[in-house]
């Protein structure tokens, strides 16, 4: 009898299957890695198991967790169940937490229900936990608040909470998704630890081939609500059997043909950015504090030519967005020049400003909040159009948004229709339209594809290479994600606590990087093909 | 947190000052000569430039202004020319019925609203959550002194339990209690029933949140999860309404007083303003601006109480 078993599970919300016929097993001290796409029902499967569908939602089938049957389970046995045998850990560490409670608190809560201790030994083995989790006394006491602490320090408190009293299966559905990659590979490393130490089960819920890949024992591939394939992770890998594991694989790998770099025109660059530094005050402590300022960013220095691509990757936190705002002359630099086809950004007039917006646009990352839902296509690809010199006519306004809309893919009847009648990727597409509307020379895209699907991702990435050559687009991305710097830049510059720390050609840096925050960078991003050589070692052993 | 309240006490003596101004322009530009007003139509006007002068009417705005101001720092409201006794006797009079009057009101309106809201909001969407809704509905409809004639028909004319009216003074506090029983009903339902709509939708919007789920998950009930967890987060948007309705059952009482026939602060003005009496209408809208800066003060202290996220001074 294996901990946790589902057999063909079916969840529907009233007639629309979710879920048809799912079913997978977790073992003891084993990590299973659920591998789907965005509505292929991963995070259902966890909640059915969890007992905790949303309102409406049916369950058939049959799921035990140590032989107790979940599906029927009355709900107050569910919640002696809950927190202490089965337990979970969810995807966005900065809303899971209650802001109101201390971190001891809300630790101790769930020793506390369960075991009936008194508040004092729940406290002391919510400190014990948090420590084990890597959150030392020293800095973290029990009676910090939630809002104290960066992501993946609030990511360890949930852990804490979930692991609190030695359950036998965790769910952790996409726990490092809202994090950077070297706090990913740290908090998966944990929770390999704590599979390890405990023989806990785990499974593993992830979009991200590469990430599961590392860590999982075995695989269960999910699409539309089926399984696709299941087995050992190495087998699966290797041999790619199933068509959807074949594209997903290749989807995370995925690198656009790219024409070779073009010859750098030695000429003057695009754009220049010069000695730029932006300081925030700090918060005073008292009234009476001297005010201090926090350097975001700190003396950086490069410039982008035209055609060429750049990727600026760094970790959360490290300042790449301060910059990018700063270059979008959304924000003014405290010390520095930014020179955009020689003329000056950050003290620029309005007007200047006008024309140099018209050549210098942004992709923003989600590209579900950047659009109004209560205008059409036509009206928010063509925004940007008033930068235009002269205004142009109705008509001349709807054939640049038709071309633009094809230039990316879409056909110029979508711009009759909202944005939520798109999907993701889509949308992704209609604000691409909508950055090169005016034609502009530079476009800056912040996190552009974190929040898509491997295989949506994939065609982006195309996109942004087809319209680098076909409009001779320079490029400034900026993402803690090395599979972008990888796929569509000519030169990436690493980024930590301000400064620049190491550019060079993509391959190089990628490859063999020189200064320690790069190493960090590089080690931490997950790979499909290490990881894959990693398990065949670990067989061979 | 020290700054926090630092920073809110002093953009309230900010605004009490503003404010004063506001109060003593309005009624410097209104109409009427109180020294007219007070000696009647047939005085001759060696009589009124005798008053004006003892009271000081012949001096220019701006002085007689910082002469208010400064008699409002020390107390001293002025003198009533309708009563012939100081202001300030005569709102310590009055505040006797009025305070007590809002507390319990007050008291009454919390105690029905937030269980009410939290319970509609556990029960989202069912009918019992439709059918309370609905009352409370009607509860907002409702016009407080038609409230308050029914309250007196049944309770004081027919069941004969509650005096319909007056106040018999804090001598026998039984007796003063029974006479606010009917005003405090008929001034909290209204208030309960925007209250308590405010407070489910608060829930509401609370429970959908990610840490109930996480909550949830440790294994806590449901109820427990409602009052420990979500109570506490859908605070902010309940104690805003709060401080407003606390503002309007000071001031906002004069209908329900003169229903009741109760001496209170909102009688008071309202006789005030009929007979002209500028003296006590300025002090007493000093009073009500001071109570109102008070209060706000009150419910931004208790948001700092509730979410540690505010007590950063901003």
Redesign the interface.
Known sequence: MSLLEIENLRVSIGQIPILNGVSLTVEAGEIMGLVGESGSGKSMTALTA?G?LP?GMEAFGRVTLDGVDILSAP??A???????DI??V?Q?PM???????TIGEQVA??IR??TGANRADAESRARAMLDRVGLPESQFPLNR?P?ELSGGQRQRV?IA??CALNPKLLIADEPTTALDVVIQAQILDLLQELVDEGRMGLLLISHDLAVVAQYADRLTILRDGEVMEAGETAAILREQKHPYTRQLARASTHVPARAKAPEIASGKPLLEVKGVARDYPV??T??FAPRKTFRAVDDVSFDIQERQSVALVGRSGCGKSTLARIILALDKPSDGSVTFRGKDLAHGSQAELKSIRRDLQVVFQDPYGSFNPRHRVERLVGEPLHLMEKPLTAAQKRDRVAEALQQVGLSPSDMHKYPHEFSGGQRQRLSIARAIITKPKLIVADEPVSALDVSIRAQILDLFAELNEQLGLAYLFITHDLTVARAVSDVTMVMHAGKIVERGPTSEVLSSPKTEPARALVEAAPDLEQALNKRLQGIQR | MIVYVTKRLVIGLVTLLLASVVVFGVLEILPGDPARIMLGMNAGPDALEALRQEMGLNQPAPVRFFQWLAGLVTGDLGRSYTYSSPVIDLVQERLVVSLPLALISLFLSTAIAIPVGVFAASRSGKLSDTLTMGTAQIGIALPNFWLALLLVYVFAVGLRVLPAGGFPGWADPVEAIKSLILPSISLALPQAAILARVTRSAMVETLGEDFIRTARAKGLPRRKVLWRHALRNAMIPVLTILGLQFSFLLAGTIIIENVFYLPGLGRLIFQAINQRDLIVVEGVVMLLVASLILINLAVDICYAIVDPRLRIGR
């Open positions: 969890m905790l309102h709900e107050s569910m919640n002696r169940l809950r927190g202490h337990a979970m969810f966005e809303t899971a937490l209650n802001p109101l409670k809560e769930g229900w369960h608040y809002h949930v909470m979930a918060r005073r008292s009234l």
